[in-house]
């Protein structure tokens, strides 16, 4: 009934253009040319893979640069864009807000690729499947940022999440891959019946509208019992998407099983769509609810921090460590959505942006880690630095960002978020916020005194038998460019802090919904 009456009224309105004109003006399709960049990829990329594996092996990481490099520039030519009109009949916007997190998602979509190629070839399972599956998972985030319509919002995070169960179950051979791919299907089918059981309320308390502008104005006329459970209901999807506390328990297993080019993506693409998500339907739809789910989310982000950064000090593997990291990271971007002014959502977008290179810097260095040794226990990186520097000197510096090291770039990003927590009187979650900090640092720096204190003699056996490093192999050109570029961005980017803040508050101040908000 929710998904019919909402396409019914969008043929109604299509039906009352007039002619090619008026049909135009209702789709405004301009406004997801970046998508239709990246479409346009992921369709070439499967007709390549049609001529053969020798032929998407050379043929597909071009096209997929050249799809997500346009839809960049395409989303920079958006920018600070006035007179926004809505696209497709209201259900989709391409304001700064959606702009920046689309952003930030091609971004991460980019340099996973880029991290990808050896690992996929070395597997040796389909490059150009690999692609297209990632490219339509890249497809359904761009949209959940920009979507003001329910159903919009509900096939665009279908998209996503069915593209990560294929992507975590993609290397068949390994049971532990099968076995993430089946546990996240499973939760997150859980998470998608729980937000359609949500919005078809929210359909039903507006009459049958389903885009957020009606919904909104429906809850401001109307606060009902059932207004708060399709509140429990959204806001129990939306952590799941970014894996809050109590919903995080599908990301250790995930994480540890699945490709880590997959982790890589969804521990940065995945949670910043889902944190759009968040501040399009929280703040522009559940304004009268304002205070309640402002609380739920305080004790959310409180959980997070505590949980996230305490049970990664017992991890013993890489990959697990960054899950419970990841989980933790999450909880000190809530802080910005909790505070609901212009410096926490600006705080917020450039903690996302920092965390893109920082978090996916990380992981390039464990992937070419894994692919030099085919391990991922911290115990073996034991006396690394005498065999590998760059890994050494990469995966030092991202670590002390997430960690939140001066002058690293994760510091200013840290210090806005919990400098708009002090500023909003959340003294609750930023004390937390520091103490947990603390503790992270602990198990970073663990890391690095693992790579770089051992003596000669205790290094780990896998550093003993180290390979000779050899760049010139298909694939690792493409993963240490990532790397270097991620680092950079990392340890410099911290200089930069001020400007990267200033589009971050152009961010806000240039999506209506927010400065609404705010206001």
């Keep these: ?33 970046p998508e239709a960049a990246v479409l346009i990829a992921l369709l070439t990329c499967l007709l390549v893979d049609l001529a053969g594996e020798k032929a998407a092996s050379r043929w597909v990481p071009p096209i997929c640069y050249a799809g997500l490099g346009s839809a960049l520039v395409l989303l920079a030519l958006q920018w600070n864009t006035p007179d926004l009109q809505p696209s497709f009949v209201g259900s989709f916007l391409a304001d700064n807000l959606a702009i920046a997190f689309r952003a930030v998602v091609a971004a991460s979509t980019l340099i996973s690729l880029l991290v990808s190629w050896r690992y996929v070839e070395q597997s040796g399972t389909p490059v150009g499947e690999y692609a297209g599956i990632l490219l339509a998972a890249t497809l359904g985030a761009m949209f959940l940022c920009g979507a003001t319509d329910l ?17 975590a179950g993609y290397m068949k051979r390994d049971a532990r891959s099968s076995e993430a791919a089946l546990k996240y299907l499973l939760v997150g089918s859980a998470a998608a019946a729980v937000f359609l059981y949500g919005a078809s309320l929210l359909y039903g308390l507006t009459g049958g509208a389903t885009g957020l502008d009606s919904v909104a104005l429906a809850l401001r006329t109307s606060a009902s019992p059932v207004t708060a459970l399709a509140l429990v209901f959204v806001l129990a999807t939306v952590a799941f ?13 995930v994480y540890e099983g699945s490709p880590t080019p997959v982790v890589a993506f969804l521990s940065v ?6 944190f759009a998500l968040a501040l399009r339907i929280l703040v522009g739809c559940f304004e009268s609810f304002d205070a309640q789910w402002k609380l739920l989310f305080t004790v959310l982000a409180v959980l997070s921090m505590v949980l996230g950064n305490v049970v990664a000090l017992a991890q013993t593997s890489m990959k697990r460590m960054l899950a419970y990291s990841s989980i933790g990271q999450a909880g ?28 996916l810097g990380a992981f390039a260095c464990i992937i070419l880690f894994s692919l030099r040794t085919g391990s991922d226990r911290i115990a073996d990186y034991a006396g690394l630095y005498q065999k590998d520097p760059l890994i050494t000197l990469g995966l030092s510096l991202c670590l002390l960002s997430l960690g939140g090291i001066p002058p690293m770039l994760g510091f200013f990003g840290k210090i806005y978020l919990f400098f708009a927590g002090w500023a909003d009187h959340q003294y609750l979650l930023v004390v937390v916020g520091l103490v947990t900090s603390v503790v992270s640092i602990y198990y970073y720096i663990s890391v690095i005194k693992m790579m770089v204190v051992k003596e000669p003699q205790e290094a780990s056996d ?11 192999v298909a694939g690792l050109p493409a993963l240490r460019t990532a790397l270097v570029g991620c680092v950079i961005v990392t340890a410099v980017g911290g200089i930069l802090s001020n400007p990267l803040f200033t589009w971050a508050s152009q961010a806000v101040t240039g999506t209506p919904m927010l400065v609404q908000a705010i206001g």
């Design 1 to 33: 009934m929710f998904l019919l009456g909402a396409l019914s009224s969008v043929a109604d309105a299509i039906g009352s253009g007039a002619g090619t004109a008026g049909l135009n003006l209702q789709l405004n399709a301009g406004a997801i040319a």
């Design 151 to 167: 159903v919009t919002i509900f096939v665009s995070l279908e998209t996503l999440s069915v593209s990560s169960y294929l992507l």
């Design 241 to 253: 998407k970014i894996a809050a506390v109590p919903f995080h328990q599908w990301t250790p297993d």
């Design 269 to 274: 693409g995945s949670k910043a769509a889902g």
């Design 332 to 359: 000190f971007v809530m802080i910005g959505l909790v505070c609901g002014t212009e410096d926490g959502f600006a705080a917020m977008v450039l903690y996302m942006a920092a965390y893109l290179f920082m978090n």
């Design 462 to 472: 896998v550093v003993k038998a180290y390979p000779s490093i050899n760049w010139s």
